[in-house]
């Protein structure tokens, strides 16, 4: 009888959706950073690229992502999905009549709490490629500086935010298009600085028992 067990590999050939998660954080960012840096009021297409872009496309990326059983992917892309979706929902829900606006107080909290998760994402891309930890890296001083600007009030920490926002929404955005400019041309147009890390070290063989009691008199 055989008892021989065939064994089946399976091949993962779809495609990366990490550049559609960064192109769509990217570009959402810069557009709502351009808003806060004084180059055009709070409008529709702010809210519309939110939902569509920077939120559907972002779970879409991340549920492709935990496809591919990549944990830091899906938590990065489905949260910030989801972050747009909230941010959006802040500013329709207090026109639609269902809650209270939400104060400066209780949004600076939310933004410091969106700043220290980023904070914490960004000690995992240490261990990725140096276009993720710029990404992550000046999306914490983002988070943090709105923060702050809603606390304090302050017209200029927000402005200065707009800025600091639309140089990280544009790494984002050129970390997505590198992957795509690379694979394409299967060489590195546009360098990412892939991390190398070290491998562990392997145990030293040994030659044979080790004697551990005392040793008999010749």
């Known amino acids: 009888m055989d008892t021989s067990i065939n064994k089946i590999t399976v ?5 990366n959706p990490a550049p559609l998660g960064l192109l769509a954080f990217g570009m959402t960012t ?5 808003h806060n840096a004084g180059f055009y009021e709070l409008n529709s297409m702010i809210l519309a ?3 569509f872009y920077g939120g559907i496309a ?4 991340g549920i492709m992502e935990w496809t591919k059983k990549n944990t830091f992917a899906t938590t990065a ?3 910030y999905g ?3 979706l909230t941010l959006v929902s802040l500013v329709l829900m207090p026109k639609s009549g269902w809650v209270e606006a939400t104060s400066a107080g209780s949004l600076a909290a939310y933004l410091a709490m969106w700043g220290l998760f980023t904070g914490v994402m960004f000690i995992g891309t240490l261990r990725l490629n140096r276009a993720l930890q710029v990404v992550f890296a000046s999306l914490t001083v983002l988070f943090l500086l709105l923060a702050a600007a809603d606390a304090s009030g302050s017209a200029f920490l927000k402005t200065v935010a707009g800025y600091e926002g639309i140089f990280c929404g544009f790494s984002a955005i050129y970390a997505g298009l590198a992957q795509v400019l690379n694979e394409l041309y299967e060489h590195e ?3 990412i600085g892939q991390v190398v890390t070290q491998p562990t070290p392997k145990p030293l063989p040994t030659l044979g028992p080790v004697a551990t009691g005392p040793r ?3």
């Open 11 to 15: 091949t993962d050939n779809s495609a």
């Open 30 to 34: 810069v557009l709502l950073n351009l």
């Open 49 to 51: 690229m939110g939902i």
């Open 58 to 61: 972002q779970i879409i990326a």
């Open 77 to 79: 892309f489905i949260s």
């Open 82 to 84: 989801l972050f747009w």
């Open 189 to 191: 147009m546009w360098p």
């Open 216 to 218: 008999r008199a010749a």
